[in-house]
């Protein structure tokens, strides 16, 4: 997705948020751009020695954040990030780690998403997955991870210990190839004493199966 692209989905309303996440246990995935993301990023970290590229990177982030393009939107209402007002009233360096999970929100486009990441860590690991192996197909891998494979070295230095625990998730292309094939290779007769994984074992391969088409593309999962 272009500079421009990105940028137009920017419509901002003063003061606007969108509404509180309920409590209930859902996911939304998306499909984000990480070469395109991290050399945008990558170049506002650059600018923000200047007082004036500081106050355009925080300036990009509150516009994302108030956005109300649907799906910029639906993407913000599922940070656990600092807010807008929270931004503007001073700078504190962990403001740069939410600026770096908003602003992925002018790269990103939605796919289908399992209906409950908690039903599916529960049921995997009844059809031979580990536990571990369970916690990443649901909720993604680390966003730690993320930076480190695609940001720059100062971003990676700045950022990265702050997207440890509670930051997921994200998914790589292998990801997505490698657990495809393991789904196709399981045993139909594993299902019988777990009728109940079906359903979420189908959403999970149709969501793999729309990002395989993509190999430039990692897959983004957030849960509510």
């Keep these: 997705m272009g500079r421009m692209e990105a ?13 509180p996440v309920t409590t209930t246990s ?6 984000l751009d990480p070469e395109a993301f991290h050399h945008e990023y990558d170049a506002l970290y650059a600018s923000i020695e200047s007082a004036e590229g500081l106050t355009r990177m925080r300036w990009l982030a509150t516009q994302t954040w108030r956005s109300t393009d649907l799906v910029t939107h639906d993407y913000v209402d599922m940070l656990r ?6 931004w ?10 939410d600026w ?3 602003l992925m929100a002018g790269h ?25 192996e369970a916690r990443r197909l649901a909720y993604g891998r680390e966003l730690q991870s993320l930076v ?5 070295v100062p971003v990676v230095a700045q950022i990265a210990p702050q997207l440890t625990i509670g930051s997921r998730g994200w998914l790589s292309h292998d990801d997505v190839v490698a657990t495809i094939e ?25 969501l793999l199966d729309s990002a395989r088409a993509h190999p430039d593309r990692v897959l983004l999962l957030l849960c509510g």
């Design 182 to 206: 393991r789904l196709r290779g399981l045993d139909p007769r594993c299902f019988r004493d777990a009728q109940d994984a079906i359903p979420l074992i189908e959403d999970l391969y149709g």
């Design 108 to 132: 990103v486009e939605p796919v289908p998403a399992v209906a409950s990441p908690k039903a599916l860590k529960d049921c995997l690991p009844l059809l031979g997955f580990t536990p571990s």
């Design 7 to 19: 940028m137009d989905r920017v419509h901002v309303v003063p003061d606007a948020r969108p509404g």
């Design 148 to 152: 480190e494979t695609f940001g720059s």
């Design 26 to 31: 859902y996911s939304r995935a998306w499909m």
């Design 100 to 102: 770096y999970r908003v």
């Design 81 to 86: 990030t600092g807010s807008a007002d929270d």
């Design 88 to 97: 503007e009233i001073a700078y504190e360096e962990g403001h740069l780690a």
